[in-house]
Structure formats: C-alpha cells, structure tokens
C-alpha cells in the first residue's frame, strides 16, 4: 500500500517535506497539498502532481488523502492535529505540537479518547545516527550512570520576528526532547539564566540563553541556546557519567590541512546538519501508517516537552527555579 498524504504548509520544511516523501521515502506520495500563501502551495503542489485544497480542514476531510503532515507556523498545529485525530488519521506533526501545555494536553486527551496511536511529533535528532550510537552507549552502561548532560544548540541567525521566549519553544524543545530520551527519565525542574547579550542579535532578543534542566534522578542539562553565531549551525552534546563520557563526533565529511591550518566544515542550518534524522524520521512515519505499528516520538513525548518549556519560558521572565508538573502517564494502547 502506498501512503496517501496532504501536506499542510509548504514552506522551509515543508517544502523539504514533499520533496522526502516524493523522492526518498518509500511507499508514501504526496496527492494534496495546502498552504494560506495559495500560490507557494500550487508552486510545490506542480512538482509533486498534487492537487491543491483551500484549506487544511478540507485537506484532512478528503477521501484521497490517508495521513496527513503537518508543517504549519505553530499556533495552527492545535486545530489541525485535531482535526486529524478527530477524523482518525495519523498525523505527522512538525515541533511543537501545539504552543503551550494546555493545547497539547488537548492533543493528548483527544488521542487517547480515540484509543489509538495517529500522532507522531517531528523530534528528529531520535533519528540522527550519531545521537542514536550516543543512547546505544548509555544504555550499555558503558560510561556509568549519567551525572551532567551539556547539549548546545547554535544556529547562525534567527529570523527578523524571533522572540526570547521561542529560544526555548521553538529552538532549546529539540534539546529538552533529546536530553528525555537518552536519559529514559522526565524532567522535574528548570532555570534559565541570561548571559551578556549578543550583539550581533536584534536588540530585544535575550541572546544567548543557558537553560538548566534537573531530572527525576538529578542529572543536570546544561543546554546553550545561541541564535546568532554567525559561523553556521552547530549542534553539540556530550553526556557525562560516572566513569566516562560520550559526545556526538564532528559532522565534518573531510578535514582539511593546508598552509599550517586544520580546518573542516560547519553545515549550514538544521537541513543540513539533521539531512538523514529527517529521511530517517519520515521514513518510519510512513511505515507506521502502512502497518499501524508506530514507535517515533509521541504525543505524550510532545505534552511533556511544552510542560518543560512552558516552565522555562516562565523561568525565564522571572529568573526563579520552577518545577515542572506532567499530569498522568504516557498513554497505553492495546494495539502498541
Ligand atoms: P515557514 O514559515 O517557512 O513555513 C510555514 C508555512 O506554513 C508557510 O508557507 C505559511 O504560509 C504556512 N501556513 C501558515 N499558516 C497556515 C495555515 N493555517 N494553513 C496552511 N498553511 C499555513 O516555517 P518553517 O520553518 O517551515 O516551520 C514550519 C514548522 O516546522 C514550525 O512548527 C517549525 O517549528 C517547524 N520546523 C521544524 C524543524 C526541525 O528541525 N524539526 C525545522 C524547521 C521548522
Ligand atoms: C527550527 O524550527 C528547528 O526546529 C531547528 O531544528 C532549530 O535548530 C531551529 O532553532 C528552529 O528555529
């Protein structure tokens, strides 16, 4: 069976989307796609043979379409991922779920009212090979028990229209994400403290951040959020344990010598850097539609990553410790 899939929103990943799931990802088609920049959506809609739909809620409706991506500014992912539960097709949901705890609780609550899995959240890096070989190592005990985890996540620019508070909802929620799933435990606490600005970052962006994360067992997550390095995209985390740590290797393909000088690439931006976690991600997405076994970031790992970042957004404007409360448990289906 091939996937069917719309696609909601047709910019930077989107676009990238349509392309992944076109030309690299087996046993999925992109038929329908939409976007409310009508002509960006016809644009990317020609290349894939799609068809063109008004709006999501149609998109969703249509009997073509058998599971549906959606890769919309933020604030929209509430009504369309619950259009999709609502309608009982999974959905592939770009981060964040929602913008704030309460709407992805809505999520949740609404998946497990239909009592089975459809949602799947764009947590890519789970799917990065070396983040991969890096939780291999941990899990094998090889380091000891985890003590200090520093994670730094560095873009070259920030979009004109960046707030402070997206450092941590849109940029540090892949840190938080990743720090939860190679530890295996929640996060109970959060503190972010506001080094001197960077000048090189508009005047009103806290720029860099150090968001501090204290887990069920202690383990302290020292995340560096810094949008404007200028240099390129650099994403680095290292895991410290009780008798050795692991880091994630440099992403360079070849190093280079010359004229007394060592020097290797840094990629440009997240396409780049995360290329084959995205291939990997939506590979696995499709094949979780096609036997209805899925196993990729959840909306429960989505709930719980707006509970830490909804903290630290507050952590942040007040420079308290603020503790984090998620309410229940990941959810149990029958079919799991
Ligand atoms: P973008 O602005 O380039 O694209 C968003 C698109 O959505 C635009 O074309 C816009 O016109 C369209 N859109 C907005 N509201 C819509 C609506 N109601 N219905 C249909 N289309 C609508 O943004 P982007 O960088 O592609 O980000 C999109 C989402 O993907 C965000 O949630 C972002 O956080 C996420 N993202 C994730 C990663 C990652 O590494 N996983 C990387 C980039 C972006
Ligand atoms: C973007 O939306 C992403 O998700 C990237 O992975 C992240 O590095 C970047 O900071 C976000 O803006």
Not at 111 to 119: F, I, K, M, N, T
């Amino acid at each position: 069976m091939t996937v069917r899939v719309g696609v909601i929103g047709t910019g930077m990943i989107g676009a990238d989307h349509m392309r992944r799931l076109t030309t690299v990802v087996t046993g999925s088609r992109v038929v329908a796609v939409t976007d409310v920049d009508a002509e960006r959506a016809r644009r990317h809609a020609e290349h894939a043979a799609a068809r063109v739909y008004d709006n999501g809620n149609d998109l969703i409706a249509a009997d073509e379409v058998d599971a549906v991506l959606v890769a919309s500014w933020a604030p929209t992912h509430e009504e369309y991922v619950l259009a999709c539960v609502a309608a009982g097709k999974p959905v592939f949901c770009e981060k964040p779920l929602a913008t704030n705890q309460a709407a992805c609780r809505r999520i949740l609550d609404a998946e497990v009212a239909a009592g089975r899995r459809l949602v799947q959240v764009g947590f890519m890096r789970r799917y990065d090979p070396a983040y991969r070989m890096l939780r291999a190592v941990l899990q094998d005990g090889e380091i000891g028990a985890p003590t200090l985890v520093y994670s730094v996540h560095r873009n070259a620019n920030s979009p004109a229209d960046y707030a402070s508070e997206m450092l941590i909802t849109d940029t540090a929620v892949h840190d938080i994400d990743i720090a939860r799933w190679l530890l295996g435990e929640e996060i109970v606490a959060t503190r972010v403290l506001t080094p001197r600005h960077n000048r090189r970052a508009a005047a009103l962006l806290s720029d860099p951040l150090i968001v501090v994360l204290e887990t069920e067992s202690g383990v302290l997550v020292n995340v560096e959020v810094n949008v404007n390095v200028g240099y390129g995209y650099d994403i680095r985390g290292e895991v410290v344990g009780e008798r050795g740590t692991v880091a994630l290797g440099d992403t360079a393909a070849v190093v280079l010598r010359t004229r007394g000088q060592r020097s290797a690439a840094v990629p440009a931006d997240w396409g780049e850097r995360f290329a084959r976690a995205y291939d990997l991600e939506l590979q696995d997405w499709a094949d979780s539609v096609r036997t209805g076994r899925a196993t990729g970031p959840s909306v429960w790992d989505g709930y719980a990553v707006s509970v830490v970042s909804d903290a630290a957004v507050s952590a942040l404007h007040t420079g308290e410790r603020v503790a984090v409360r998620l309410i229940g448990k990941p959810p149990f289906y029958e079919k799991d």
